[in-house]
DNA sequence: AATTTCATGAAGTAAATTTACGTAAATTGT
DNA sequence: ACAATTTACGTAAATTTACTTCATGAAATT
């Protein structure tokens, strides 16, 4: 289990000095790493000899081991998007775009809406059908949720042609959900889809790449991604990721509410078996 | 910048003893934070100082401070995947998922090898024609990247379709390259293809989920990517995710080697404008 | 009220890291 | 080719840092 969940759960039973230290820890754990013993006990306002007890006492060796620990598990501070440009080595390139992703992975975790969240999960579990748009990249994020909600046993269905969409939309009613995905929000065309789809009634939810946009109005709940990309849109690849990282969440918790659900969801696993080589 | 990968850009420059420095920590990489500087000279035939000369080198203050990055860079074995239930709450569920992903980044940076990268982007760049295949969520991840390569000039296809496949790898020759995208490398249908495809004289590149598969021997290349996922293909969310941020890291090397792809994606660029309603 | 227990810090110890310095090897210039 | 200079690296000393021991005083218990 991570140390700062320990020192939580160890709070009550701490001695008043080494209290302190816990709660010196728990207030900014990153600051930790930097300091020696003795400064954060100077911090703390005890005697180095706490700091070691208090590390033994949540079961590590000494206060090295806490410095490490914490270096470890502590979310790395979130990296903006790091330019590239072609004088870099492919390893480094490699890193920036792997950062990149991390850090909206980052970004996504602290930004996302809870209650909004738990309201979409409400309207999925209930939906009669669900619905997936999105053009371009935001097509085939809209396939692979597809791909992946049709499995609930729930009719899914990720149109990415106009017309396709156009007629699918105003055939929809309240029972069903829309996910409107797109990076900025303002292509015409999932616009024009998601207004049709509002208009017969069913639920709009947008994944979007951006804080404000004309899509924004137009749906009945927003999921505004974190879009540190300054980068031309076929350079924006985290918002791709950070969609279908959401939609996994959405997923996932959607899947656990309902167990009916995870029935069909052994069924669908073992029609699968036959196309492998092994397993 | 991550410490393993300046070690990694720094080596071709470091003297004799430093080096040996830098390729057991490289070997290595969590074994360094158990060890006192002593213990690392010794494995590495040199002396302390030699020790901390590398770590000033690499632009840290000592070797204390290359255990802490070091434990806060590498992937945490603990957090990689974190298993969910349905008591779990919806935001905690969120956080497991976004962490999995997190990690299996983290964990891709580490492991790639980045010779390997480089001669495939050596092999996208001289390309005349990429075929990216895949079932199920891989195909996702096919047209995903096909959407994104066939922006570089190049002729890129992404099948999803078995007979679509056939043919178009047996048409491939010399010039091609193949992208053969598979989560566990033992599906069928996905190893005759590679298998037409490298009859042909294409050129195919694997990016599986695995280390080993029965798919790894048919490539001419092949990335493993990390694999801490023990869940049933369905839950399987992060290798879609580390698929593409690899994809991702080849399509914007390529394109940044080659400076006439660059215009050619300018002039895309143009072409998409008036869908938007803004900018 | 006396005794015990326990929490805590002062001082000291051990260990690990870093600096200073010297030597040998490599590089450069003449 | 040989001397001069630079560089590479290890020995040993110094310093920093972490940890231990033990004494003290407070709280709890008898």
Redesign the pocket.
Same mark, same amino acid.
């Given at each position: 289990m991570s140390i700062l969940l320990r020192i939580k759960e160890q709070l009550p039973q701490?001695? !008043?000095?080494? @209290?302190?230290v816990a709660e010196q820890i728990l207030k900014d754990p990153a600051a930790i790493i930097d300091?020696?013993?003795?400064?954060?006990?100077e911090k703390c306002?005890?005697?180095?000899? !706490?700091?070691? @007890?208090f590390?033994?006492k949540i079961g590590?060796?000494?206060?090295?081991?806490?410095?490490l620990n914490l270096a470890g598990e502590l979310p790395k501070p979130v990296q903006v998007h790091r330019s590239v440009n072609e004088d870099d080595s492919p390893a480094r390139i490699m890193d920036a775009i792997f950062d990149g992703h991390q850090g909206a992975l980052q970004s996504l975790k602290n930004q996302v809406d809870t209650e909004m969240f738990e309201k979409a999960v409400d309207w999925l579990c209930n939906a009669k059908r669900i619905e997936f748009y999105g053009f371009g990249a935001c097509g085939c994020v809209a396939t692979d949720a597809q791909y992946r909600f049709c499995r609930l046993g729930v009719a899914c269905n990720a149109f990415l042609d106009v017309h396709q969409q156009f007629w699918s939309a105003s055939l929809l009613d309240s029972n069903s959900v829309v996910i409107a995905l797109s990076t900025n929000g303002a292509t015409k065309n999932i616009i024009e889809t998601s207004r049709l789809a509002s208009k017969a009634g069913a639920r709009v939810i947008g994944i979007i790449g951006r804080n404000k946009s004309p899509l924004h109005p137009l749906c009945d709940m927003a999921f505004s991604l974190p879009c540190q990309e300054p980068a031309p849109a076929i350079m924006r690849f985290s918002t791709r990721i950070v969609q279908l990282a959401l939609l996994d969440a959405l997923f996932v918790t959607t899947l656990l509410r309902n167990s009916q659900i995870k029935e069909n969801l052994e069924r669908v696993r073992e029609s699968l078996s036959d196309i492998f080589f092994e397993n």
């Open positions: 701490l001695k !008043t000095a080494e @209290r302190k300091y020696v013993i003795t400064e954060l006990a306002g005890v005697s180095d000899p !706490t700091i070691v @007890r590390c033994q590590l060796k000494g206060f090295m081991e806490l410095k």
